[in-house]
Nanobody, 127 residues
């Protein structure tokens, strides 16, 4: 049974940091592009960052470039999203997703190849 479980969300102040984790089971990360998406209230879901199966390629949305860092530890079946310099507009539910061997940009921009989603973790950034 494929499962993706996010953790690490919570309340942060503007300028603060949070680290999200996504631990997977039921499949190996070695053959999966992974990504973080988010959906703010009243807005469409957007791709935040995606990383190739071996970590060699990454994609970041313009809104988070220079502030967020995606990484992965395939041995621990875990993908991370380090979020620094948080802004109130980063407030959203953050979802982890797996995408086979999709190209990182295609997966993040068009949900291309996404085959599984986590249930999400809420991030609230106060001003």
């Amino acid at each position: 049974q494929v499962q993706l479980v996010e953790s690490g969300g919570g309340l942060a102040q503007s300028g603060g940091s949070l680290r999200l984790s996504c631990t997977v089971s039921g499949f190996t990360l070695d053959y999966s592009t992974m990504g973080w998406f988010r959906q703010a209230p009243g807005k469409e879901r957007e791709g935040v960052s995606c990383i190739s199966n071996n970590g060699g390629y990454t994609y970041y949305a313009d809104s988070v470039k220079g502030r967020f860092t995606i990484s992965r530890d395939n041995a621990k079946n875990t993908v991370y999203l380090q979020m620094d310099s948080l802004k109130p507009e980063d407030t959203a539910v953050y979802y982890c997703a797996s995408g086979g061997l999709s190209a990182v940009q295609a997966m993040c921009i068009r949900d291309y190849g996404v085959d599984s989603w986590g249930k999400g973790t809420l991030v609230i950034v106060s001003s």
